[in-house]
């Protein structure tokens, strides 16, 4: 039988460890940034110390979606695209609304625990469908 049209060729070994590790990379700079930013907003440091860190999280995190979404658009309809997408609007409220960053800090901590580590249940349901979606195999289009 011959493939479909949305069925994808499968990644040669290199290309799965320069993904893999292209990925992970920007993961850990993610990271950094989050760590940086975080501490920096928790501790009530000086702005001016953990801005850059703020743009270094809301760069690679925008960088980390366009990627998710390149990959499979259905990745913004399922809840761990949803969240992420509410995270980014959180982040951008961390600095009109100082008086806050204590409680957006913390809620995006938690958002953040639900998308990488929940179960993928409620990771990939599809608020569309209403239903779990897994891949590109259970829904058309």
Same mark, same amino acid.
């Given at each position: 039988?011959?493939? !479909? *049209?949305?069925?994808? =060729?499968? #990644?040669?070994?290199?290309?799965?460890?320069?993904?893999? @590790?292209?990925?992970?990379?920007?993961?850990?700079i993610?990271? %950094?940034?989050?760590? !940086?930013?975080?501490?920096?907003? @928790? /501790? $009530?440091?000086?702005?001016?110390? &953990?801005?850059?860190?703020?743009? %270094?999280?809301?760069?690679?995190? +925008? #960088? #980390?979606?366009?990627? =998710?979404?390149?990959?499979?658009?259905?990745?913004? %309809?399922? @809840? *761990?695209?949803? +969240?992420?997408?509410? *995270?980014v609007?959180? +982040?951008?409220?961390?600095?009109?609304?100082?008086? &806050?960053?204590? =409680?957006?800090?913390?809620? /995006?901590?938690? +958002?953040?625990?639900?998308?990488?580590?929940?179960?993928?249940g409620?990771?990939?349901?599809?608020?569309?469908?209403?239903?779990? %979606? $897994? !891949?590109? *195999?259970?829904?058309? !289009?």
């Amino acid at each position: 039988m011959g493939k !479909g *049209k949305h069925q994808q =060729e499968p #990644l040669s070994d290199i290309r799965f460890w320069f993904e893999r @590790l292209t990925k992970t990379a920007l993961r850990a700079i993610h990271i %950094i940034g989050v760590v !940086g930013a975080g501490g920096g907003i @928790l /501790l $009530h440091v000086d702005k001016a110390l &953990w801005l850059p860190y703020w743009i %270094i999280t809301m760069s690679t995190g +925008l #960088l #980390l979606m366009a990627w =998710e979404i390149f990959r499979d658009w259905r990745w913004i %309809i399922q @809840l *761990k695209g949803v +969240l992420t997408v509410a *995270k980014v609007g959180l +982040l951008f409220l961390l600095v009109p609304f100082a008086h &806050w960053q204590v =409680e957006i800090i913390t809620v /995006l901590v938690l +958002l953040s625990v639900v998308v990488s580590h929940g179960p993928a249940g409620l990771r990939h349901y599809s608020i569309v469908h209403r239903r779990v %979606i $897994h !891949g590109k *195999k259970e829904i058309k !289009g």
